[in-house]
């Protein structure tokens, strides 16, 4: 499958880009930056969207794709997500209010919304487009998932915004096409009482949450790092032994 990195910062600056990740063009990860990235052209292919949780980094571009596409797509963009986040995003993001309501609203040309929420079912495996999700909880400030995402028999694991947790890694190890995870880490060690606060992870928690894995040949593909403390975090990261680690870049392109 192809994993284009649109945006994989923790925070915005110019020349960085929040949470948003490509699947074959149109299966989208998470919509931080995805407006400030993809062509209209490209923005019009998607079809699903999988939302980790409902923090703003992670779902700005909602609000201005369906501004951009509402009566200019040829079908309704299906969005995915776990139960509180999805009423989440209809009482306090399309409420009429901070934003229309692009659930409901339908053009001249376009008898859909742009936009269709959904409850996604917990651990379960559901087709999406030509891939197979199954969606199961971490442990963030507000509701947070992982996505275990399988597409041409390779399986990749998403995981969103996390502190430390357990039910992804179990079910991780037993998924034998597991080809790479994708894993924050937010904050540099010495801010470890912020992670920890904000469940997020540092580089020193990221490798206890990959020791829990157990699986040593599985790239961790390592995401949302603040820019404010990025070069710090990278030289923390590159201090970890044991496992394959790639620290993600926005624009990069990667064949899984
Ligand atoms: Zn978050
Ligand atoms: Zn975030």
């Given at each position: 499958m192809k994993f284009r990195v649109l945006g994989c910062s923790g925070g915005q600056v110019p020349g960085r880009y929040l949470s948003s990740y490509l699947l074959n063009e149109s299966l989208l990860i998470d919509a931080g930056s995805t407006t400030a990235v993809l062509k209209l052209k490209e923005q019009q292919k998607i079809r699903n969207i999988l939302v980790t949780h409902v923090h703003l980094d992670h779902i700005m571009g909602l609000a201005t794709m369906a501004d951009n596409l509402c009566d200019n797509c040829q079908t309704t963009i299906n969005v995915w997500g776990v139960n509180e986040a999805i009423s989440g995003l209809k009482a306090s993001f399309f409420n009429g209010t901070i934003w229309p309501d692009f659930t409901q609203i339908t053009g001249n040309a376009q008898p859909w919304p742009v936009l269709t929420l959904h409850n996604l079912p917990e651990e379960e495996p559901m087709a999406i487009g030509d891939s197979t999700v199954t969606m199961v909880r971490v442990n963030h400030i507000v509701p947070s998932v992982a996505f275990f995402i399988e597409n041409n028999k390779k399986t990749l694991l998403h995981v969103g915004d996390t502190g430390p947790t357990e039910k992804v890694w179990s079910m991780a190890r037993s998924?034998?096409?597991?080809c790479a995870v994708v894993l924050e880490a937010?904050?540099?060690?010495?801010l470890q009482g912020l992670a920890d606060m904000s469940l997020h992870l540092t580089p020193q928690t990221l490798a206890r949450e990959v020791e829990k894995l157990g699986r040593p040949s599985v790239p961790i593909l390592v995401s949302h790092l603040k820019p404010q403390y990025r070069d710090e975090i990278i030289r923390e990261l590159k201090r970890l032994k044991g496992f394959p680690l790639r620290i993600l870049k926005d624009g990069d392109s990667l064949r899984l």
């Amino acid at each position: 499958m192809k994993f284009r990195v649109l945006g994989c910062s923790g925070g915005q600056v110019p020349g960085r880009y929040l949470s948003s990740y490509l699947l074959n063009e149109s299966l989208l990860i998470d919509a931080g930056s995805t407006t400030a990235v993809l062509k209209l052209k490209e923005q019009q292919k998607i079809r699903n969207i999988l939302v980790t949780h409902v923090h703003l980094d992670h779902i700005m571009g909602l609000a201005t794709m369906a501004d951009n596409l509402c009566d200019n797509c040829q079908t309704t963009i299906n969005v995915w997500g776990v139960n509180e986040a999805i009423s989440g995003l209809k009482a306090s993001f399309f409420n009429g209010t901070i934003w229309p309501d692009f659930t409901q609203i339908t053009g001249n040309a376009q008898p859909w919304p742009v936009l269709t929420l959904h409850n996604l079912p917990e651990e379960e495996p559901m087709a999406i487009g030509d891939s197979t999700v199954t969606m199961v909880r971490v442990n963030h400030i507000v509701p947070s998932v992982a996505f275990f995402i399988e597409n041409n028999k390779k399986t990749l694991l998403h995981v969103g915004d996390t502190g430390p947790t357990e039910k992804v890694w179990s079910m991780a190890r037993s998924e034998r096409n597991l080809c790479a995870v994708v894993l924050e880490a937010s904050f540099p060690n010495r801010l470890q009482g912020l992670a920890d606060m904000s469940l997020h992870l540092t580089p020193q928690t990221l490798a206890r949450e990959v020791e829990k894995l157990g699986r040593p040949s599985v790239p961790i593909l390592v995401s949302h790092l603040k820019p404010q403390y990025r070069d710090e975090i990278i030289r923390e990261l590159k201090r970890l032994k044991g496992f394959p680690l790639r620290i993600l870049k926005d624009g990069d392109s990667l064949r899984l």
